[in-house]
């Protein structure tokens, strides 16, 4: 029988052996060690229970990375309550949907965003806890104080039962801009991510928890720099293995990546595992130690891992010259479907861009489900078999066309389209759909479309993602104006910025005569995006 995983069971068991003195998270010159992390957690959860959260409730984090987050988390799988992230960029229709759609009945957020709670939270009467967190800026009014939770209390562990499905939700974007909470069960979030074992160092799974706390009793606890949002799924994820490990969670203070910021905090707490999201984090830094050579050691990192953006070689390159002993990992993932492919660079190990390792629960298949043979030629969709979410919260019709059961196997196919070579190795050909990435966060042209078509000067517009060196894919509109306009393209964007959030804002936006649709008024985006690039002298 396979053993029955809670990451609040893990958490308790974790607390009892690590040494209170340890850091357990890090924030600029703020340091929490394990002792006071596992009192707040305790504290927190308990706290949550008697104001009358009870298990299975959803908890919503609005902050940016900070050390609350992580004991908000852990609090939360204490208390047998369900994670669900918000993306501190939206703005307040996109809040209000997100914290109505999770049905979330706990809020726990900065108050630096005090203003949007104050706004929203009458549209939100399912929210009954409303939990601050003191920031310098000025809080609200009638809501919880985080730190007056956290104290009260002796900082013992909950005594109660908890199950392997317990939920973990990660919000993510639809097909219509608006998010989709992709549903994790505890158990099998735990089981694709490892199960306490490695598989690229030969480390099996652990067998049960006593099998786990032995091996971190042997080992050395890992210190873990997520660079992404916690918001995002690649945060999270690095910060919950620094916290079930045993281990030390680094976050830079910076409202922006910062690479000098992140460098500089790798030499100071002797970082061993860096999470970024590709270029847009990589090439910073590797610009910032070609620039000052020297001055920053990053010799104690073993492990930069990314994930949802173009990793280029040449990068990967100019790191590895600065730490041969760094193993690069691009991870082929995302919030439904973990460990569809990976590649690895060493020193003695290069690889190229966008080639992946297919995973080894893992089938390429067609739009009509039909699979696709190695070095076909033919392109199909990857999907992975396995440990996978048990669905989308409140979308049965999603749910069933992302997990189809197919010859009586479940799988997820998240949409990105691939390659199968003749060695079984996956070429990345992109979304099925038109989403963009930028810089780890999804964008859905239609959202920004319409955006910009609410403005009088606009009679059609068409949004693409071009390459860029920062970004991955930079934002870019292709409008067809109205008789009498002129293209205004800093007012169009600031007037978009009033109907999206600032990460959606196109960076450039170009006017075109034709949009070139077809009859019936579907777009073209391959000639959209063909066009724009010759535009702005963009070559791949």
């Given at each position: 029988m396979t053993f029955e995983w809670n990451y609040g069971d893990i958490l308790d068991a974790v607390d009892k052996i690590t040494p209170a003195d340890r850091p357990a998270l890090i924030h600029g010159d703020r340091v929490v060690d394990w002792g006071t992390f596992t009192t707040h957690s305790n504290n927190l959860a308990k706290g949550l229970l008697d104001n009358g959260a009870e298990p299975g409730d959803k908890i919503a984090f609005y902050m940016r990375n900070r050390p609350e987050y992580a004991e908000g988390i852990a609090a939360g799988f204490k208390a047998r309550l369900t994670h669900t992230n918000v993306n501190y960029r939206y703005i307040d229709h996109e809040l209000?949907?997100?914290?109505?759609?999770?049905?979330?009945?706990?809020?726990?957020?900065?108050?630096?965003?005090?203003?949007?709670?104050?706004?929203?939270?009458?549209?939100?009467?399912?929210?009954?806890?409303w939990i601050e967190v003191a920031d310098g800026y000025p809080g609200g009014d009638d809501v919880v104080d985080y730190d007056t939770l956290v104290s009260r209390g002796d900082g013992t562990p909950l005594d109660i039962s908890r199950s392997p499905d317990d939920m973990l939700f990660l919000y993510t974007g639809g097909t219509t801009g608006m998010p989709k909470g992709v549903m994790w069960r505890q158990q099998d979030l735990w089981c694709v991510m490892g199960a306490g074992g490695n598989p690229r160092i030969n480390l099996e799974p652990s067998p049960d928890l006593d099998?786990?706390?032995?091996?971190?009793?042997?080992?050395?606890?890992?210190?873990?720099?997520?660079?992404?949002?916690?918001?995002?799924?690649?945060?999270?994820?690095?910060?919950?293995?620094?916290?079930?490990?045993?281990?030390?969670?680094?976050?830079?203070?910076?409202?922006?990546?910062?690479?000098?910021?992140?460098?500089?905090?790798?030499?100071?707490?002797?970082?061993?595992a860096a999470t970024i999201v590709g270029d847009a984090f990589a090439r910073p830094m590797a610009d910032a130690l070609d620039?000052?050579?020297?001055?920053?050691?990053?010799?104690?990192?073993?492990?930069?891992?990314?994930?949802?953006?173009?990793?280029?070689?040449?990068?990967?390159?100019?790191?590895?010259?600065?730490?041969?002993?760094?193993?690069?990992?691009d991870g082929f993932s995302s919030s439904e479907a973990i460990g569809l492919g990976s590649s690895v660079m060493t020193k003695d190990k290069e690889i190229e861009v966008a080639k992946f390792t297919l995973g080894e629960k893992c089938k390429v298949f067609t739009e009509d489900l039909r699979e696709v043979e190695a070095g076909s030629g033919e392109s199909g969709?990857?999907?992975?078999?396995?440990?996978?979410?048990?669905?989308?919260?409140?979308?049965?019709?999603?749910?069933?066309?992302?997990?189809?059961?197919?010859?009586?196997?479940?799988?997820?196919?998240?949409?990105?389209?691939?390659?199968?070579?003749?060695?079984?190795?996956?070429?990345?050909?992109?979304?099925?759909?038109?989403?963009?990435?930028t810089a780890g966060e999804k964008v859905y042209p239609e959202e920004v479309e319409e955006a910009l078509k609410q403005h009088e000067s606009v009679a059609d517009a068409l949004v693409i993602g071009v390459p860029d060196e920062r970004w991955g894919q930079a934002i870019t509109a292709v409008v067809k104006l109205n008789t009498g306009y002129q293209l205004d393209e800093i007012g169009l964007r600031e007037f978009a910025r009033g109907h999206l959030a600032g990460y959606k804002l196109p960076k450039r936006i170009l006017a075109k005569d034709d949009l070139e649709r077809a009859v019936n008024g579907k777009a073209d985006y391959g000639k959209i995006r063909d066009y724009a690039e010759r535009e702005l002298e963009i070559t791949r």
């Open positions: 209000v949907y997100l914290l109505d759609n999770s049905d979330a009945t706990v809020v726990i957020y900065s108050a630096e965003f005090s203003p949007q709670v104050a706004t929203i939270r009458l549209q939100l009467p399912n929210v009954r806890q099998t786990y706390i032995e091996r971190l009793q042997a080992g050395d606890p890992p210190v873990n720099l997520p660079l992404p949002p916690l918001m995002h799924g690649t945060g999270l994820l690095s910060t919950i293995t620094a916290m079930t490990h045993g281990g030390t969670a680094v976050m830079l203070i910076g409202r922006g990546f910062d690479a000098t910021e992140a460098l500089a905090a790798i030499d100071r707490h002797r970082v061993t620039e000052h050579p020297g001055k920053y050691d990053i010799s104690s990192l073993r492990l930069i891992s990314s994930s949802g953006v173009m990793w280029t070689r040449e990068v990967k390159s100019r790191l590895l010259s600065h730490n041969p002993e760094l193993m690069l990992i969709m990857v999907a992975v078999t396995g440990f996978l979410p048990v669905g989308y919260y409140q979308d049965e019709e999603k749910t069933a066309r992302t997990f189809p059961v197919i010859d009586g196997v479940r799988y997820s196919i998240p949409g990105d389209w691939v390659r199968v070579e003749h060695d079984g190795t996956l070429t990345l050909l992109g979304r099925g759909s038109n989403c963009i990435n």
